[in-house]
C-alpha cells in the first residue's frame, strides 16, 4: 500500500490508518482469547504481529534515510568519506584480554564502526574492496579472514605490530601462505616467532606482486636462536626493502629494482658492541661494494650498522658506486667505513645527506675525517641553487652525541613564532651528519670545529638543542662568528646566560677566540654577533632557578634582559622573544613581563605556553 | 545530463578572452560567471566544448540552488589558475586528499550545507571539492560511535537486531 499525497500531507490520517489497521489485526485475538484458545497461541499470535510491525517500522527508516541528504549522496562519494576516514583513522591495535574487559569493544574497530550505522553505509562499505585491503593482523584471524573476503581480488598490504603473538597464529599463516600471491606490501613489526612464520613463508612462496617488505624485530639484542634471517625471496618486483633488526642473504635478493634500501641488522652500533655479542652476517667488502653496484635505481639508501670494514688493500681501489637516483642517504657506522663509502658513491648534489659516524677515539678528531669530503661537497653544492639557510645543532640525549643538520629552507617563511624548525621532517635536511662516542665528554669544540669548516653565511636560522653541555660565550661567538646573516635563533634546554653575554660581545676580526672578553667599546653593530637578529626563541629554560642573579635585583635574569637592552641601544634590537616552558618564579614573572614591554614594546599573552599560564594562574 | 536552452548570443557574450557562462540554478537564478573560473569542473568543461563543436551558446541549468552554486564558483574563484593534482585527469589519483587550509575554513558550513556542496561538487565533477568536502565530513564522524554517527548524520538505524551484529561481530579477534 502506498501513501498518496494527501496522507503525506495529514499526520492525523497516518495515525487513523495505523489505529484501524491494528484494530482490525488485533480484535479477532481478542475474540479468540474469549473463545478460550491457549494463551500461548495468542503469544505467538502477538509476536508475529510484533515481528511484522518491526520490519515495517525498519523499512520506513531505510525510507527515512534514503530521503535524508546523507542518504541521496552518490555511492561512490560515500565510499570516498569511508576511504578518508579509513586512511587516518585505522582499527587501533591488539587489545589484551585485560584491556578489552576495561575498555569499549566499538572502539577498536575504528573506521570499521561506518558499516554498524545503516544498511546503505554497509552495503556501500561491502561493494568497495579498496576499502578492506589494509590489513591489520594485529585484529586476530577472524577480522584477517574477514577483510580478506571483502577485499575480494584486488592487491592487499598486510601491516601490525605482532607484539603480542607470543607465537605464530597458524590461521594467520596460512591466510599469509594461501594469499601470498595478491599481497602488494608487508610491513610488520614482532617478534622472532612472528616474524619467522613471515619469513618462512617467503623463503618457499611466490610474490608476485609484492613491492614493499618492511620487517621490524622488536628485541633490541636478539640471541642466536631468535635472530630472524630472510633467507631467500622469490619477489621480482619488489621495489621497497626495509629490515630491522633481521639479517638477510644480501646476494639471495633481486637488487636491480629496488628503489629503496633500508637495512639496520643491529641496532647497537660498533663501539658498543666491541665487548661482545655473536656476529651477524654482512657480506665481505667487496661483494658489498659490487650488490650496491648493481642498484643503479635506488632513490633512498639506509645502511645502519652493516657497512663492511674496508680491509687497507681495497682502499682507492678505484671502485665507484653510481647512483644516479639517489635522493637520500644514511649511513650509520664506523667513519672509516662511511668514509670509504663516501669516497665510491657517486649521487645527485642535491641528494641529502645524514652520516651517523662512531670511533673509537674519545677526542672527536677521526670523526671529523669526514669532514673534508662533506666541506668539498657543500661548496660544489652552494655554487649551485643550494643555499643553507637553517642549521640545528643538536646534542644527543643517550650517548652524548652531536647531531648537527644544516638544510635549506626555499620558501622563507616569517610565522612569528620561529615554527620552522618544528619541521624535521628528514626529506627537508640537506646534510645532517651525527657523531657518537660514549667516551665524549665535550662535543662544543667538536661542534666549533665544523660550524668553521662549513659554509654557514646565508643561515637565516639557526637552533641550538642542548642537554648537558655548556656553551660558553667564547664557544657561541667562535663557533657562529661567520653567521651574520642569521635572523632567527632557537634555543632549547640550552644555558642561555652565556649566550647573553656572547650577544653583547664585540667580536675582533684577528683574534682566533673572536672575543674580546667584557668588551664594548665598539658600539656599532657591524661587528656583532648576528647583526641581523630579530627573534628569539627560548624553550625548556630555568632561569637560573629563578634566582635574581645580578643587578638590579628586582628584574628576573638581568644578563639575559640587560643583553637585550645593550643591542637596542646599538640599534640591533631584537624584535621578538618567545619563552615557552621557561622555569621561573612567579614572584619574577610581572617583574620579566615590565622589562621585556619596556624594552620590546610587546608581550602576547596569547603565545603563552600551558606552563607560563600555570604560573599565571598561580600568580593570580 | 542537465537542461540545456539556447540562448541569445548578446544575453551571454562568448566572444574575446574573458568569455562568460550563463549558469541556471534550480531556483531560476541567473548567474554570470566566466569560463575560465569554472575550467576547474570537468562537467562544465564538457558542456563548453559541446558549444564550441555547435558553434552556439547555451545557458546550463544546472539542479542544485543558487546559494549553493555560488558557494561552488567561490571555490572555484579562489583556486582560479591554481593546479590541484586531484582535478587533473591526466595524473594519477593521488593516495590521500590533501589538507588545505582554506578549504577548512570555506567548508566551516553546517551538515546540510556540506552535503549539498558536496553533491554539487560531484555533479560538476570537481574532484578536489568532493575530495575536500569527503575529508570534512570524515572529520564529523572520526572517533565517533555508531550512535553518534547517526544523529550528527541524520541516520536511522534500520537494522534488525540480527543484522546489526553481522557480518560480523563487534568484537576483535
Redesign the interface.
Given at each position: 500500500m502506498g501513501l498518496d499525497h494527501a496522507t503525506m500531507q495529514d499526520d492525523d490520517s497516518a495515525q487513523s490508518f495505523w489505529k484501524t489497521a491494528l484494530n482490525e489485526r488485533l480484535s479477532p485475538l481478542q475474540e479468540s482469547n474469549a473463545g478460550n484458545p491457549s494463551r500461548r497461541d495468542v503469544q505467538d499470535a502477538l509476536d508475529a504481529e510484533d515481528a511484522v510491525l518491526?520490519?515495517v517500522l525498519?523499512?520506513i527508516?531505510?525510507r527515512?534515510?534514503a530521503f535524508?541528504?546523507?542518504?541521496?549522496?552518490?555511492p561512490e562519494?560515500l565510499a570516498?568519506?569511508?576511504?578518508?576516514?579509513a586512511?587516518?583513522?585505522p582499527?587501533e591495535s591488539?587489545?589484551t584480554p585485560s584491556e578489552?574487559s576495561a575498555l569499549?569493544?566499538?572502539k577498536?574497530?575504528a573506521w570499521v564502526?561506518?558499516t554498524?550505522?545503516?544498511?546503505r553505509?554497509r552495503e556501500v562499505a561491502?561493494e568497495h574492496p579498496s576499502l578492506w585491503r589494509r590489513i591489520n593482523l594485529e585484529?586476530?584471524p577472524?577480522?584477517t579472514r574477514?577483510f580478506i573476503s571483502r577485499a575480494k581480488a584486488i592487491p592487499l598490504v598486510f601491516q601490525g605490530q605482532a607484539l603480542f603473538l607470543a607465537s605464530p597464529n597458524p590461521v594467520i599463516t596460512e591466510l599469509l601462505h594461501a594469499n601470498l600471491q595478491r599481497i602488494q606490501s608487508i610491513s610488520v613489526e614482532g617478534n622472532h616467532h612472528a616474524l619467522k612464520a613471515i619469513t618462512n613463508a617467503l623463503a618457499i612462496l611466490a610474490a608476485p606482486i609484492l613491492h614493499v617488505l618492511d620487517i621490524k624485530q622488536f628485541y633490541y639484542r636478539p640471541t642466536p636462536d631468535e635472530r630472524v634471517t630472510l633467507a631467500h625471496i622469490s619477489a621480482p618486483r619488489l621495489t621497497h626493502l626495509k629490515l630491522d633488526g633481521v639479517q638477510f642473504m644480501w646476494s639471495a635478493f633481486p637488487m636491480g629494482n629496488l628503489t629503496h634500501l633500508y637495512i639496520t641488522v643491529e641496532h647497537r652500533p660498533a663501539w658498543a658492541r666491541r665487548h661482545g655479542g655473536e656476529p651477524i652476517f654482512i657480506p665481505g667488502h667487496d661483494k658489498f661494494i659490487s650488490l650496491l653496484a648493481q642498484m643503479t635505481r635506488l632513490e633512498n639508501l639506509h645502511l645502519s650498522n652493516c657497512i663492511p670494514s674496508c680491509p687497507t688493500s681495497s682502499i682507492n681501489d678505484g671502485r665507484f658506486i653510481k647512483l644516479p637516483h639517489l635522493a637520500a642517504l644514511k649511513l650509520n657506522g664506523a667513519t672509516v667505513d662511511i668514509v670509504d663509502l663516501m669516497r665510491r658513491i657517486t649521487m645527485p648534489l642535491t641528494a641529502t645527506i645524514h652520516l651517523v659516524c662512531s670511533s673509537d677515539d674519545s677526542s672527536g678528531e677521526e670523526c671529523l675525517s669526514v669532514l673534508p669530503f662533506i666541506t668539498g661537497r657543500l661548496s660544489a653544492t652552494t655554487g649551485e641553487s643550494i643555499r643553507f639557510r637553517v642549521l640545528t645543532i643538536t646534542e644527543g640525549e643517550q650517548f652524548e652525541s652531536l647531531g648537527f643538520r644544516v638544510r635549506d629552507c626555499c620558501v622563507w617563511k616569517d610565522n612569528g613564532n620561529a615554527q620552522l624548525f618544528a619541521s624535521r621532517a628528514a626529506g627537508e635536511v640537506n646534510l645532517q651528519l651525527d657523531w657518537g662516542n660514549p667516551d665524549f665528554r665535550d662535543v662544543v669544540p667538536i661542534a666549533r670545529r665544523i660550524c668553521k669548516a662549513l659554509p654557514l653565511q646565508d643561515v637565516e636560522a639557526l637552533g641550538v638543542l642542548g642537554q648537558q653541555q655548556t656553551w660558553h660565550a667564547g664557544d657561541w661567538v667562535d663557533a657562529f662568528r661567520s653567521c651574520r646573516a642569521v635572523r632567527y635563533l632557537q634555543i632549547l634546554n640550552a644555558e642561555t646566560s652565556s649566550l647573553s653575554d656572547a650577544l653583547m660581545q664585540t667580536i675582533r676580526e684577528d683574534d682566533s677566540a673572536g672575543l674580546e672578553l667584557g668588551a664594548k667599546c665598539d658600539r656599532t653593530m657591524d661587528r656583532m654577533l648576528f647583526p641581523k637578529l630579530q627573534t628569539v626563541y627560548v624553550e625548556g629554560h630555568t632561569f637560573e632557578h629563578g634566582e635574581p642573579i645580578r643587578d638590579p635585583p628586582e628584574v628576573f635574569d638581568a644578563a639575559f634582559l640587560q643583553c637585550l637592552q645593550d643591542r637596542k641601544e646599538r640599534n640591533a634590537g631584537i624584535q621578538k622573544l618567545y619563552l615557552v616552558n621557561c622555569d621561573m618564579k612567579v614572584e619574577f614573572y610581572q617583574a620579566y613581563q615590565d622589562a621585556v614591554v619596556d624594552l620590546l614594546g610587546w608581550w602576547d599573552e596569547d603565545f603563552m605556553s600551558e606552563s607560563d599560564e600555570e604560573i599565571e594562574e598561580e600568580h593570580e | 545530463m542537465p537542461t540545456i536552452v539556447s540562448v541569445d548570443d548578446s544575453t551571454v557574450p562568448g566572444e574575446g578572452s574573458s568569455r562568460l557562462l550563463l549558469l541556471v540554478s534550480s531556483d531560476n537564478k541567473h548567474i554570470v560567471v566566466e569560463e575560465d573560473i569554472m575550467s576547474r569542473s570537468r562537467f562544465i568543461s564538457k558542456q563548453v566544448e559541446g558549444f564550441e563543436a555547435t558553434s552556439q551558446r547555451h545557458a546550463i541549468l544546472l539542479p542544485f540552488s543558487s546559494f549553493v552554486l555560488n558557494k561552488v564558483i567561490e571555490y572555484c574563484s579562489h583556486y582560479r589558475g591554481y593546479y590541484l593534482l586531484e582535478d587533473d585527469p591526466d595524473a594519477a589519483p593521488p593516495g590521500r586528499s590533501p589538507v588545505r587550509e582554506w578549504d577548512q575554513e570555506f567548508l566551516d558550513v553546517d551538515r546540510n550545507m556540506l552535503l549539498r556542496i558536496i553533491k554539487a561538487a560531484h555533479y560538476l565533477e570537481i574532484k578536489s571539492l568532493v575530495g575536500s568536502c569527503a575529508r570534512a565530513i570524515a572529520d564529523m564522524i572520526r572517533g565517533k560511535t555508531t550512535e553518534e554517527m547517526r544523529e550528527i548524520l541524520g541516520v536511522e538505524n534500520d537494522f534488525t537486531p540480527e543484522e546489526e551484529h553481522s557480518p560480523s561481530s563487534k568484537c576483535t579477534g
Open positions: 518491526r520490519d525498519l523499512s527508516r531505510s527515512q534515510n535524508s541528504p546523507i542518504g541521496t549522496l552518490p562519494v570516498m568519506v569511508f576511504k578518508i576516514y586512511d587516518e583513522f582499527p591488539y587489545l578489552g569499549d569493544p566499538w577498536g574497530l564502526l561506518v554498524y550505522v545503516c544498511r553505509w561491502l585484529h586476530g577472524r577480522w574477514e | -
